[in-house]
């Protein structure tokens, strides 16, 4: 097997596709209000699926948490909270926007935030403006924002050319000014996560040097990590959802399916087989949404020098397969060539992002070695 930035991109590319595809299982829940579902689907992404991979997998996850300075564990965990405001919110975006112009907006503000943040901070910025391979990588960074604009145009045309009777039929509850609003603030909280990844750094370090004393690789130093982080997100979600609950009075739809919508949907096959759905659904939806960071550790920790941009490339193949899902739901149909062009060429700016970021990773570690 491949090491390195190869390994790398290749396992964030499979991160982006469950990214882009972990909330395909809810256009097929029943009877279940949005605070429902989200809470469930939560409790599966953001506890569940990363304490138990993380446990199966590090079995020292436990020790390390516990060796973990305490300021460490607590910023890893504001950092989770604050991102979890954004998953809140992308949700809704989801919902306003459809998946195509939704993901587009939402990964373009938390690509740009998520990726040049970290190395503002540290203060590693002025080496990659006077390095080849942080010049490229910065290059693909720069691809990425261009395939973004590429494919936000695309968007804008849809909007502009599809009929309100056809949104509405695609994506539900299509609003635009709304749906923006939402997912540009979405994108902006969003970015949070990359940081909560960054300042949890002294745990992936302590996790490193327990695998190196068991003779084995580092490629699930991040775990313990994610499990903080997705705490944080788990905190923000649930009292949000409860919030919700309690106000609508929709808690009873985690025990029943709610009468009145079977009713009016004509149902005779009972609630038990819609609950039992519903939950393997959101089930589902939890694996695969915990699956793109599951990947993005394991990529991350092959990219090297440069390892912040890894974000850029998980952002740039989540809306690439994002919009790939668009198009097979026929989300962009009835849309006119131009459209259709500017979605091509925003996908392949993308491609290329992935790539030229690869390659600046690939040349830091080369360079690196040569050094030697």
Same mark, same amino acid.
């Given at each position: $097997? ?47 699926? +990363? ?8 079995p020292g996850t436990g020790a390390v948490l516990r060796q973990a300075p305490p300021h460490t564990l607590l910023l890893t965990y504001i950092w989770g909270l604050l991102w979890g405001v954004g ?45 080849? +391979? ?14 973004? @604009? ?11 050319? @599809? ?25 902006? $909280? ?6 909560? @990844? ?74 038990? +087989?819609?609950l039992a759905l519903n939950y393997l659904l959101c089930t589902g939806v939890g694996i695969l949404w915990y699956l793109q960071f599951f990947f993005y550790g394991i990529g991350q920790t092959e ?10 490339? @998980? ?58």
């Amino acid at each position: $097997m491949p090491h390195g930035p190869l390994l790398g991109v290749l396992t964030l590319w499979m991160g982006g596709l469950a990214s882009a595809s972990c909330y395909l299982p809810f256009r097929f829940l029943r009877q279940w209000s949005w605070e429902v579902y989200w809470l469930v689907q939560g409790i599966f992404s953001y506890l569940l699926a +990363p304490v138990l991979v993380a446990f199966l997998l590090l079995p020292g996850t436990g020790a390390v948490l516990r060796q973990a300075p305490p300021h460490t564990l607590l910023l890893t965990y504001i950092w989770g909270l604050l991102w979890g405001v954004g998953a809140l919110t992308f949700g809704l975006s989801i919902r306003y926007l459809g998946i195509a112009l939704g993901y587009t907006v939402v990964i373009g503000f938390t690509t740009i935030f998520g990726t040049l943040a970290p190395p503002l901070f540290s203060g590693e910025m002025p080496a990659l403006l006077h390095h080849t +391979p942080g010049q490229v990588v910065l290059l693909g960074l720069g691809a990425c924002t261009i395939g973004i @604009l590429l494919s936000g145009m695309a968007g804008h045309f849809k909007e502009q050319e @599809l009929g309100a009777a056809l949104k509405q039929k695609t994506t539900g509850e299509f609003h635009f000014a709304r749906g923006v609003l939402v997912a540009i603030f979405s994108g902006v $909280m969003s970015a949070c996560f990359a940081y909560g @990844l960054a300042s949890g750094r002294p745990i992936a370090e302590l996790a490193r040097h327990m695998l190196r004393s068991q003779g084995r690789a580092g490629e699930w130093q991040d775990l313990p990590v994610l499990v903080v982080v997705l705490l944080g997100g788990l905190t923000s979600n649930l009292v949000w959802c409860a919030v919700l609950l309690i106000r609508n009075g929709t808690a009873r739809q985690l025990l029943r399916a709610d009468a009145e919508q079977t009713a009016a949907a004509g149902s005779s096959s009972g609630q038990a +087989p819609v609950l039992a759905l519903n939950y393997l659904l959101c089930t589902g939806v939890g694996i695969l949404w915990y699956l793109q960071f599951f990947f993005y550790g394991i990529g991350q920790t092959e990219m090297g020098k440069y390892d912040f941009s890894s974000w850029t490339i @998980l952002m740039a193949c989540t809306l690439i397969f994002s919009t790939v899902w668009g198009i097979l739901l026929k989300e962009w149909k009835g849309t006119s060539r131009r459209t259709l062009r500017f979605v091509g060429l925003g996908l392949a700016v993308l491609v290329l992002s992935t790539v030229l970021v690869g390659l600046g990773n690939y040349l830091a570690v080369s360079v690196a070695g040569a050094a030697r």
